[in-house]
């Protein structure tokens, strides 16, 4: 048997060297002429796909196909399909999803038969959603190959799908948020999906997918505007002068719907794409009104427990909120925040508490042997988790009886840490178990009153971490998380549906806060500092001293 090695380097510059064959040199000589002054947004790179070479091998065959298939992920395939035969060349499905690899190893298995090892970083699925995958993850995929009659090799046996490196991901691909409804829709919900650049037409990708719905982990989480069965007709959005023309069909269906709803979900997903505003058509008359202000929901001020006391950090001390009373107990910490005055933290491990107003008494909320550091939702609802309990995840307001949440996928295992989005649709929650300890992303289901009464089917985040006791959303999409490596406990970006990003070391951190954005987060250490990062490294907050947690609202 013959071994060939190709190292996603290796298949990055084959791709870039194919693209950069087509440009243009720069001129040495001649006049000096003004240019127009115009700064034209860059396009990307062109990568030209190449088609079968005759006397090739099987494993060199193979090893074009995957290349022509990265290569046309902005295009129809065509050159793709070259390297197929018979009725494979109908049955291969590229759009069923991308494999994101580091490396690739070609080994020829048989005469006529290749196996491709894959070193893989993440998976795309057909909808676009990303998931990364663990360190050391390693897939084959097995190729069936024929001789024509001329004697050249062509495959008869793909997998459906095509294998990009990282960098044909960021290249050729590109992240979009599709915008949904919170139950009420009074709040937006993005999901991220990401598609190719195909056509350069994102515009009607991102209304297609709109138009499908969310994904199966949010959807009974999320609500939408768009009827059922409305579709794109004609399959196109045409943008002219930042105004997006979107016609879509049953007339009926669309003219009965929502209109306000519609187009804010509609304006919001497609303004990033450089659109500012929406004509939504139906049955050729256009809809009339404006997009309902859907919000996002507000933020709010840091606060920090420290030694007992919620305060303010500022310039030189820290000062206590005005009219909250300490937190009395063994071991205060784990603060949070709801809207208005509500504030809860532990007493001590054991003892939920709220944080109530000077002169008034705290409520015990729930009691046991050790509870994780809990997260208020908008609708008042205090969540926390449970220790070694078949429902560890339990929610409680302020007057009335803890209920658990439950969640087939939580059973056996022990949650550490949780957060409720600022939206209250979704939960991140790193628990430990069988398999390790984990980061997941679940949709929360909630009854008519926003009571929460169960979680949907997870989705991993994070999956090359090995996740600790704290995380935060940093933003509607993005998570911070601490993690155990080798350099000790690093806080990473974990955005939902992207790749993980580690940030500068905190030696001894135990706990996270953030607002809204990545300079909103602080990290607390078990020596009671908190810093805060400013975008580069991580600085201490004046006066802060003693902390024993930190929370925004939500």
């Known amino acids: 048997m013959t071994r ?32 127009d002054g115009e700064v034209r947004e860059q396009e990307g790179i062109v990568v030209l796909a190449q088609g079968p070479q005759a006397d090739a091998g099987p494993a060199e065959i193979v090893e074009g196909f995957l290349l022509a298939g990265a290569a046309e992920v902005t295009g129809d395939f065509a050159v793709a399909r070259e390297y197929l035969a018979g009725d494979a060349r109908a049955e291969w499905d590229p759009t069923a999803g991308a494999t994101v690899a580091r490396s690739v190893e070609f080994e020829a298995t048989g005469e006529a038969q290749v196996t491709v090892e894959l070193d893989v970083v993440g998976k795309l699925d057909a909808g676009g959603v990303f998931a990364e995958t663990p360190r050391e993850s390693r897939e084959s995929a097995r190729f069936e190959l024929v001789q024509d009659g001329d004697g050249d090799w062509r495959i008869t046996h793909a997998p459906d799908g095509v294998v990009i490196t990282p960098a044909n991901l960021d290249q050729q691909y590109r992240s979009a948020r599709l915008w949904f ?37 949010l959807r009974d989480s999320v609500q939408t505007a768009v009827p059922a069965g409305v579709e794109l007709k004609p399959e196109a959005v045409l ?20 209109r306000g709803l519609l187009l804010a979900q509609l304006e919001e997903s497609l303004r990033p794409l450089g659109i500012a505003s929406v004509r939504v058509r139906a049955g050729g008359v256009v809809l009339d009104g404006g997009a309902a202000d859907v919000p996002l929901v507000p933020g709010g001020e840091l606060e920090v427990l420290a030694q007992g006391r919620v305060v303010t950090p500022g310039a030189a001390e820290p000062a206590p909120v005005e009219d909250v009373a300490p937190v009395e107990g063994a071991a205060p910490a784990g603060l949070a925040r709801g809207a208005g005055d509500l504030r809860v933290a ?13 002169g008034e008494p705290r409520e015990v909320l729930a009691s046991g042997t050790a509870f994780a550091a809990p997260s208020v939702d908008r609708h008042g609802w205090v969540w926390t988790a449970r220790s070694a309990t078949a429902a560890p995840l339990v929610a409680v307001r302020p007057g009335g009886a803890p209920v658990d949440v439950t969640g087939e996928w939580l059973a056996g295992r022990t949650v550490q840490a949780l957060r409720v989005s600022r939206d209250g649709t979704r939960i991140a929650v790193v628990s430990s178990g069988p398999d390790g300890v984990i980061l997941d992303v679940a949709g929360v289901v909630r009854d008519e009153a926003d009571a929460p009464r169960r979680l949907g089917t997870p989705i991993r985040q994070g999956a090359r971490l090995t996740p600790t006791a704290s995380v935060v959303w940093v933003d509607e999409v993005t998570l911070a998380v601490l993690a155990e490596d080798e350099a000790g406990t690093v806080p990473h970006l974990v955005p939902v549906s992207g790749r993980s990003t580690p940030l500068p070391v905190v030696a001894g951190a135990v706990a996270l806060a953030a607002g809204r954005g990545e300079r909103t987060l602080h990290v607390v250490t078990a020596e009671g500092d908190l810093l805060r990062y400013d975008g580069r490294t991580w600085v201490s907050v004046p006066g802060a001293t003693g902390a024993t947690g930190a929370a925004f609202p939500g």
Not at 5 to 33: D, E, I, K, N, Y
């Open 4 to 35: 060939l090695r190709a190292r996603a380097a290796a298949l990055l510059a084959a791709t870039c060297a194919a693209a950069l064959a087509g440009c243009v040199a720069l001129p040495t000589s001649g006049p000096v002429t003004a240019g």
């Open 181 to 217: 409804l919170a139950p009420g829709a009074d709040v937006l919900v993005p999901e991220v999906r990401w598609f190719p650049q195909r056509d350069r037409n994102l515009p009607t990708a991102v209304v297609k997918a709109l138009l499908a719905g969310p994904s199966p982990w």
């Open 239 to 258: 943008v002219s002068d930042g105004v997006a023309e979107v016609s879509l069909q049953p007339a009926g269906a669309v003219q009965d719907a929502d």
């Open 346 to 358: 532990l007493a001590d491990p054991g003892t939920l508490v709220t944080v109530p107003r000077a």
